[in-house]
């Protein structure tokens, strides 16, 4: 028996071998991702943890700021308050320095008397900025040392007689004390007699003799230190 003739399209052929490679290709590449598409509700689960985790540090980092802010303002707030602090210790310890300058300063009085009827003896002291007080200068009115209290408060022009001199702050430095007889009778020796008060006491100076008319003597040098106390050069 004779077999039959068959036509083979080509093309028919190049359709189905296409659509098969297709078909392969795809459950090729199926098999290949199907456990990434097994694990994809991790990988979302992952990414929501992962997200919120941002968030969290986003959180932290926004709270983290706002604390050193708060730290930068706290930190502004002692530094002023330090500065103050300085401010007021300085301005203390300026006030102390000017309470132990006035602390320093002491009242000191000289006084001399002598006996001798007629003798007339003028008590001239000598302050550290060279400025002497004496009968014609007592600054009693305070217009000869207008800016010093001090002042010849009592002067006798006959004896028996007192001179009083005194001030009630004075600074640091030497004071001279010097005795000038202005007038004495004829043959006539006058002995004067100085002390001086001050916070911490008396203190009597040597005795002094005199004879001549408008003869001058040193009775003393009065230091009167820093601390304001005193010591007395004869």
Known sequence: MRRPNRNIEIFSLS???????AL???IIIAVILFPYYLKDGELKAEAEKLKKTIVDQDGKLLAAERKRKDDEAEIGKAKAELDDAKDK???AKEKLDKARVELAKTFLVIAIEWTVSGADVDLHITDPDGNEFDFANHNRDRRRFAAIPAQLSYDSTSGPGVEIWQHPLASPGRYKVEYVLYSVPSGTDVEVKGNMFERNGR???ERRTMKRRNERVVAATIVVKD??????ED
Request: proline share 0%.
């Open 24 to 26: 392969g290709g795809f």
């Open 89 to 91: 210790l300085d301005d």
């Open 15 to 21: 359709v189905l071998d296409l659509f098969a490679s």
């Open 203 to 205: 203190k009597e100076f």
């Open 227 to 232: 601390n304001g106390d005193l010591t007395v």
